[in-house]
């Protein structure tokens, strides 16, 4: 028998070491140095026999290849964002913050398929049946008779329900949780995981049924494990938002059956998810008019636009350090558009606390949100309100410079959807101004605060 060996990993870039180390020296990651079994010792590798060389088949030849076949799940979100729906074969990971709604959302997607009449697998390896059973209640009245758990975290005996059942869902929740017998350490380390995974993967594979797997993230906000698990599978799924808001988004990270930029925004509500056809008119319903430190932008997400509030506070230093607090916007961004502010446009904040928030739980850390932010700071400072009928979006350069950014005309045509009569872009921004939408164009941040007499 060969000798089982021990290894130190890293999780993040799987670089291995002969002893453990705080800090990983390829990747500079701390903490992240795991010990796990190597299944053979180096020295006895030269007694294993070689292997014969297989047969090559040329891509010409018709039935080399096999066409994947994709079938919807019904449940809309969940297809949009897969191109289609589920790929016979194919393996899935999706991840998200705990308590976000991934069980949830895979609990919507495992009934649609199963009203179908089609065998679906839930393997219970967090949650117990009967957590299960009631959210499934709450979604749907009727829970069908092809809908079937597992209560089961050994990796063999999964696997082996799947070769003999082949149903056409299982759902694995989650891969954490998954335990092989002969990898010595415990569930959730990396060769846990790895092994886990890859014996999850080829299985389904072989069985022809799709695969999907629930992963953690850390506290960063990496989808937790070794970076092998996002190579292993075809999709990667992120699933995010505010726990304090009720909106979702799920976006694609990764499919090798489509494109990669696409996303959905969902409702969390007492029966579930539902699908969000007018995100736009849902984050401005509230929004407070003629108020100073507010302003208008359009995020894009994958092809989705998305008309988001650009709230900022600005108040007097109480400590003598000033505060800088963010919510769904990149504090290192605000840094640097209070520095192009202070430096190109003499707006300076330096004594005073700053407060910036996208308003409605969405995410706004892309740089077309520049020029929104820096104007509802000077908003907040002048104490002036801007027009309610006022959108802005642009990126903004050290120099100060307004940078064009992409799909304009799809920020433009939502913008003028929504009744908004005035847009400020950077000048450099090639588009065509839409019927009864005027733009102002302007090629400096000091320009465009000129043009909206906040200096």
């Known amino acids: 028998m060969p000798t089982v060996t021990l290894v130190y990993t890293c999780a993040k870039c799987d670089t291995q070491f002969p002893k453990w180390t705080g800090r990983c020296t390829s990747c500079g990651e701390w903490g992240s140095v795991k010990k796990e079994p190597d299944r053979i010792d180096h020295s006895e590798r030269e007694n294993i026999p070689r292997a014969t060389p297989g047969k090559t088949v040329s891509f010409a030849t018709p039935s080399a290849t096999k066409t994947a076949t994709t079938e919807p799940t019904g449940f809309a979100p969940f297809d949009t964002v897969m191109d289609g729906g589920i790929t016979h074969g194919a393996s899935l990971l999706i991840a998200g913050q705990p308590g976000i709604g991934k069980s949830t959302l895979l609990s919507h997607v495992g009934l649609t398929v199963a009203l179908q009449k089609k065998h679906v697998i839930y393997v219970t390896g967090e949650e117990t049946p009967t957590q299960i059973r009631r959210r499934l209640e709450r979604i749907h009245n009727q829970i069908p008779e092809s809908f079937h758990f597992l209560d089961c975290t050994d990796t063999e005996t999964v696997c082996a329900t799947i070769e003999e059942t082949k149903p056409q869902l299982v759902i694995i929740d989650s891969i954490q949780s998954m335990r092989l017998r002969d990898i010595e350490s415990g569930g959730g380390s990396i060769g846990q995981v790895k092994a886990s995974s890859a014996r999850l993967t080829e299985t389904a594979r072989k069985s022809g049924s799709t695969l999907i797997l629930v992963g953690q993230i850390t506290k960063d906000g990496a989808i937790a494990g070794p970076r092998v698990l996002e190579h292993l599978v075809d999709t990667v799924l992120f699933f995010e938002g505010d726990r304090n808001h009720h909106y979702r988004i799920l976006r694609v990270l990764k499919h090798r059956f489509g494109p990669t930029d696409e996303s959905a925004v969902l409702n969390m509500t007492e029966k579930g998810l539902e699908a969000v056809d007018d995100i736009s008119s849902e984050l401005l319903r509230d929004r407070a008019k003629g108020v100073a430190g507010s302003t208008i932008t359009c995020i894009v997400d994958g092809h989705r636009p998305m008309l988001i509030e650009i709230q900022a506070l600005v108040s007097p230093a109480g400590y003598a350090t000033p505060t800088r607090k963010v919510t769904g916007i990149d504090l290192s961004r605000l840094g640097i ?119």
């Open 337 to 455: 558009i209070l520095a192009v502010l202070a430096r190109r446009a003499g707006i300076n904040v330096v004594d005073k606390d700053v407060y910036a928030n996208a308003a409605g739980g969405i995410q706004a850390k892309t740089p077309s949100v520049d020029l929104a932010l820096a104007i509802a700071i000077a908003s907040a400072v002048k104490d002036k309100p801007l027009d309610p009928r006022l959108a802005v979006f642009g990126e903004i350069g050290l120099t100060g410079e307004l940078r064009p950014v992409h799909l304009p005309d799809a920020r433009l045509k939502e913008l003028q959807r929504l009744g908004f009569r005035q847009v400020l872009i950077p000048k450099g921004q090639r588009v065509k101004a839409p019927k009864d939408l005027t733009l102002i164009q302007a090629n400096e941040l000091r320009e465009a605060l000129q043009m909206l007499h906040l200096i």
